[in-house]
């Protein structure tokens, strides 16, 4: 299985790659295995950092030992991001992925089922939300296939699930990405509400009297929330 998530990276020659918790190497040892590529990975287990150093002394200068939330970008240019993520902060990574986005290529990822589902629904289902809207505005959102729990020792009590996040280069030409990252967390953080209700105190009273306000934010594409923000947002 982690030689089928490896294999779903698109490679190309020079490409610089960082791993996010690489823990007992179960990926790491077929990254090491690609011809051509700069390879990272950000670790901030003490043991695991040993331990991978100990089994893979190649990485003796290419882990760099801190928390994946306080840690800088990891390479000058553009580059990819892999891991089998951390599920009580998967959620976060992404954030920071999104902050990345401008150098990062693509994103393979294995998540908590639920939260992989999350990131690639569409509009109108109960799981659609904020990380829905945020990484679809700039990636390509491919869900590529589950992961059965019996492939782990020992076997964990979800389900998990491996997506791939192509970045879009901005194909929605979005300005202020805080800005619309206020609007999007606004308009979900009263999901029940209409967006005339939800969005009050971010947009102008004036705005709000506009059709679509009489939505909930569930109902909206991305399409449409890029065209509230470039429309409505200050």
Same mark, same amino acid.
């Given at each position: 299985?982690?030689? $089928?998530?490896? !294999?779903?990276? &698109?490679?190309?020659?020079?490409?610089?790659?960082?791993?996010?918790?690489?823990?007992?190497?179960?990926?790491?040892?077929?990254?090491?295995?690609?011809?051509?590529? #700069? =390879?990272?990975?950000?670790?901030?287990?003490?043991?695991?950092?040993? /331990?991978?150093?100990?089994? /893979?002394?190649?990485?003796?200068?290419?882990i760099?030992? @801190?928390?994946?939330? #306080?840690?800088?970008?990891?390479?000058?240019?553009?580059?990819?991001?892999?891991?089998?993520? *951390? /599920?009580?902060?998967? %959620?976060?990574?992404?954030f $920071?992925?999104?902050?990345?986005?401008?150098?990062?290529?693509?994103?393979?990822?294995?998540f908590?089922?639920?939260? !992989?589902?999350r990131?690639?629904?569409?509009?109108?289902?109960?799981?659609?939300?904020?990380? %829905?809207?945020?990484?679809? !505005?700039?990636?390509?959102?491919? /869900?590529?296939?589950?992961?059965?729990?019996n492939?782990?020792? *020992?076997? *964990?009590?979800?389900? %998990?699930?491996?997506? +791939?996040? &192509?970045? &879009?280069?901005? $194909?929605?030409?979005?300005?202020?990405?805080? %800005?619309?990252? +206020?609007?999007?967390?606004?308009?979900?953080?009263?999901? +029940?509400?209409?967006? +005339?209700?939800?969005?009050?105190?971010?947009?102008?009273?004036?705005?709000?009297t506009?059709?679509?306000?009489? @939505?909930?934010?569930e #109902?909206?594409?991305?399409?449409?929330?890029v065209?509230?923000?470039? #429309? =409505?947002? *200050?």
């Amino acid at each position: 299985m982690c030689r $089928k998530i490896v !294999a779903s990276l &698109t490679i190309h020659k020079d490409m610089q790659l960082v791993e996010i918790g690489p823990g007992g190497g179960a990926i790491t040892k077929y990254l090491l295995e690609l011809e051509d590529v #700069q =390879y990272k990975a950000i670790e901030i287990d003490d043991e695991k950092v040993v /331990y991978l150093k100990n089994t /893979y002394p190649v990485l003796i200068n290419k882990i760099i030992h @801190k928390d994946i939330l #306080q840690a800088d970008v990891p390479f000058e240019g553009h580059f990819s991001v892999i891991g089998n993520f *951390p /599920y009580n902060i998967s %959620s976060p990574i992404l954030f $920071k992925v999104l902050d990345w986005e401008p150098q990062v290529d693509e994103v393979i990822g294995m998540f908590q089922k639920e939260v !992989a589902q999350r990131v690639a629904c569409k509009e109108g289902s109960k799981t659609y939300g904020i990380l %829905s809207v945020l990484m679809q !505005a700039f990636f390509d959102v491919s /869900y590529l296939f589950d992961v059965h729990e019996n492939c782990f020792t *020992p076997p *964990p009590k979800v389900k %998990s699930g491996v997506l +791939r996040l &192509t970045n &879009t280069h901005n $194909k929605w030409e979005i300005t202020d990405k805080k %800005s619309f990252i +206020r609007l999007v967390k606004a308009a979900f953080n009263q999901r +029940r509400k209409t967006l +005339r209700n939800a969005l009050k105190g971010t947009l102008s009273p004036e705005a709000l009297t506009a059709a679509i306000f009489e @939505k909930r934010a569930e #109902q909206l594409s991305v399409a449409d929330f890029v065209a509230i923000y470039k #429309q =409505y947002m *200050p």
